[in-house]
């Protein structure tokens, strides 16, 4: 049984607001989710984490509803240069556990 | 910026060679992890270490080992390569607290095992 999950891909056009959602229905109570961005030929970049609720940064927003099953990744008005693979990923809060997604293939076009 | 190195971006090895990845980073931390990536699968951890001679075994540990002497250096080691390693490898490093769980990930290895 997948302990996280996500949309295969998703498609968007430029100036819209994306959302991608990753299930995690088996999140420990102290665990923290976590968000990454991937570019062919790169390593994964680190986006944003949260614990609950909201959380905003200079780049995106996470929402987590208070059952914590799941996680809503935002991005403001995206770009083409925003087309990537995007990841979540649960981690145990003293570091004894790390579930990736299988990522969401995000397309923007013109 | 912190910066994670791996030794090499492609590498070619045949069955049964002993392969050796190597990662390095800069920013003196604490945890360091080898994670390998496939087409639908996403990223798995194979050992992570949170600290020098400690390691911890990740979800796909058979057929690999690590090693940490040095805190900035952690090696993966494939003792017997076999084509189901052919992969691509990822390793990554952060800091040891639990308020911040960013993690810094090197460019990859992209393993051949013919």
């Known amino acids: 049984l997948a302990k996280t999950t996500q949309p295969i891909s998703m498609d968007s056009y430029e100036g819209q607001e994306v959302n991608i959602t990753c299930s995690h229905n088996?999140?420990?109570?102290?665990?923290?989710i976590t968000w990454y961005q991937q570019f062919p030929s790169q390593g994964p970049r680190f986006i944003i984490q949260g614990y609950k609720t909201k959380v905003t940064n200079e780049v995106a927003s996470l929402f987590i509803p208070a059952d914590r099953k799941s996680s809503t990744l935002s991005l403001p008005r995206v770009s083409l240069s925003d087309t990537a693979v995007y990841y979540c990923?649960?981690?145990?809060?003293?570091?004894?556990?790390?579930?990736f997604g299988s990522g969401t293939k995000l397309n923007v076009k013109p | 910026d912190v910066k994670v190195t791996q030794s090499s971006r492609y590498l070619v090895k045949r069955t049964g060679e002993k392969v050796f990845l190597e990662c390095v980073q800069d920013m003196d931390h604490e945890n360091m992890f080898w994670y390998r990536q496939d087409p639908g699968l996403g990223l798995r951890l194979i050992y992570f270490?949170?600290?020098?001679?400690?390691?911890e075994k990740g979800d796909i540990p058979e057929g690999y080992s690590v090693s940490r002497e040095k805190k900035e250096r952690f090696s993966l080691i494939l003792e017997s390569a076999s084509t189901n390693q052919t992969s691509m490898y990822l390793c990554a490093s952060s800091i040891w607290d639990r308020a911040n769980y960013e993690q810094y990930f090197g460019p990859g290895t992209r393993l051949t095992v013919t």
């Open positions: 088996n999140i420990a109570t102290n665990d923290y």
């Open positions: 990923l649960v981690v145990g809060w003293n570091f004894n556990k790390f579930y």
């Open positions: 270490s949170y600290d020098v001679k400690m390691k």
